[in-house]
């Protein structure tokens, strides 16, 4: 337990996936005028430097949002022979990690309380509530999060994500009378266990709370566990009478490893129960794009499914 850190992970294709979905979503779920309590049940530290150490390491940005922007930066568009046109959910995205490095250069990568952050709206008609358990890593998200000057729009707390949940659902009324959450549930799957939880966790809060929007990422991965996850997930919002979208994106095998190096994660999933009617629009139309860019060797796919 503990020894999983995002900062070796930060910006990979995985993250590209799972912030990029999170973005669409909240953008749609934004235009109505009512509040939002947004919670974020596994946090890490909101925001990952990409010239320290860690990723330096782990390197996972080159194959993530390191290569999206090299090929999509206003100035690569231009020289293409056949300019490409950025699908929106990708440029929002973009736009969105561009903020957070005002000198052009990609020093900064924010994890997703940061872009939830940039997202919420301002008379604290938002609200933003985030979960870590890793101490060290939930004493920096804190020290991360001061540095914002949120005041009490953000709350941060070294409690388990998966049991605090429940403790937040249903959301308080906004002030026109609606309640309305939107739950991201990214746990590090470093045990087994994490699995099973977020299965419970959806199927206990859906009883809770059933309109919620809750979006899950799951990697995937030759394990019995994960390949039952987006199943699982299918049947509870079936079961519950609410519509679902599950996306995956596999980039591929990495062609310059030799035989017997480890693989690293190369695919992973977003499950999303009560999506905005406009998520898989903006899907449909960024998967291919991220693929074209992202993908790499044998096993490159993305898919998009939904129902309910
Ligand atoms: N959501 C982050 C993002 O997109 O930038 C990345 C989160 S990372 C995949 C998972 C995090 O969950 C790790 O920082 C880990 O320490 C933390 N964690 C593990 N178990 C937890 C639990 N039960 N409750 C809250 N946090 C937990």
């Not at 779920?29 to 509040?35: F, I, R, V």
């Not at 020093?107 to 509530?129: I, N, Q, T």
């Not at 019995?224 to 699982?232: G, I, Q, S, T, V």
């Amino acid at each position: 337990m503990f020894s999983y850190r995002h900062a070796y992970h930060a910006g990979n294709h995985a993250d590209v996936l799972k912030h990029i979905t999170l973005i669409a979503t909240l953008q749609h779920l934004m235009q109505k005028d009512a509040g939002l309590t947004l919670i974020d049940t596994h946090a890490g530290v909101g925001l990952y430097r990409l010239d320290g150490d860690f990723t330096e390491t782990g390197g996972e940005a080159r194959d993530g949002v390191v290569k999206l922007l090299a090929k999509l930066l206003p100035a690569e568009k231009a020289a293409a022979t056949a300019p490409l046109v950025v699908a929106p959910a990708i440029q929002a995205y973009l736009d969105l990690i561009a903020s957070y490095n005002p000198s052009g250069l990609l020093r900064v990568y924010p994890g997703s309380p940061f872009v939830l952050h940039h997202l919420l709206r301002a008379e604290s008609r938002d609200k933003l509530k985030l979960f870590e358990l890793h101490p060290t890593d939930s004493r920096v998200l804190s020290a991360n999060i001061a540095q914002l000057e949120a005041g009490r729009q953000i709350a941060v707390a070294r409690q388990d994500g998966f049991e605090s949940l429940k403790t937040l659902l249903p959301p308080p009324p906004s002030a026109t009378g609606s309640r309305r959450a939107a739950v991201l549930i990214d746990p590090s799957y470093e045990v087994k266990t994490d699995y099973g939880k977020v299965s419970a966790c959806i199927q206990e809060n859906l009883k809770r709370f059933a309109t919620g929007t809750y979006m899950v990422w799951y990697p995937v991965i030759p394990r019995p566990e994960a390949h039952d996850l987006p199943r699982r997930l299918k049947t509870l919002a079936t079961q519950a009478k609410r519509p679902w979208l599950h996306a995956t994106l596999a980039i591929g095998q990495d062609p310059s490893h030799g035989i017997g190096d480890r693989p690293g994660l190369t695919a992973s999933g977003m499950f999303v129960i009560n999506p905005p009617h406009t998520l898989k629009g903006a899907l449909q139309a960024a998967l291919p794009q991220l693929l074209e860019i992202l993908g790499r060797g044998k096993g490159q796919a993305q898919s998009l499914d939904t129902g309910g």
